[in-house]
């Protein structure tokens, strides 16, 4: 493969000139969303994008689980650019909400926003900011409500098969 192309771990290539036309496993995502630290890193623990995605799922009503276990699944192939530069760069955010449309669908998801998984989104970033960044500070605009959730800092391995166990039982649940 040539041009815009990455190498999955499934041994496929995503087209980000087409994603709508390449296929993506869930072991894909599970793999990419494991292996990404939540905060580009920053934060004083190693914490994955799997488990956050996992806890916000387990944040919102059962009907709401599946899409917000999904909502970051377009980071597996794009990684976690964090919002203050994404802000700097309007060209990535349409090829990220391309990727992200492209991906949803083929899991028979929307990309349209879920106000449940936006605010359980909002909610987990409030008491992340305070668990994982050990910061007093609150950032504007967000408040930690509701229970702090458990992170656990999964290490990838164990984030991956985290991940893909949610998505098994939200699956079978359907």
Request: hydrophobic share 40%; proline share 7%; with cysteine.
């Amino acid at each position: 493969m040539v041009g815009p192309t990455i190498l999955l771990q499934s041994g496929r290539y995503f087209d980000f000139e087409a994603p709508e036309e390449t296929p993506v496993t869930i072991g894909d995502i599970a793999h990419g969303l494991a292996h990404i630290c939540r905060f580009t890193g920053q934060c004083h623990t190693f914490y994955s994008v799997a488990e956050h995605s996992i806890l916000c799922s387990q944040r919102v009503a059962p009907k709401h689980a599946f899409a917000a276990l999904m909502h970051d699944a377009a980071e597996a192939v794009m990684g976690d650019v964090s919002r203050p530069l994404k802000s700097l760069l309007p060209d990535y955010k349409k090829i990220e909400r391309r990727v992200e449309r492209a991906i949803l669908a083929q899991f028979g998801l929307s990309a349209d926003g879920n106000d449940h998984v936006k605010a359980a989104d909002m909610e987990m970033l409030a008491h992340e900011q305070r668990l994982c960044m050990l910061n007093d500070h609150p950032w504007p605009g967000i408040a930690a409500t509701g229970e702090p959730p458990n992170i656990q800092y999964l290490t990838p391995p164990e984030a991956y098969a985290a991940f893909l166990n949610r998505f098994h039982y939200l699956q079978g649940r359907d």
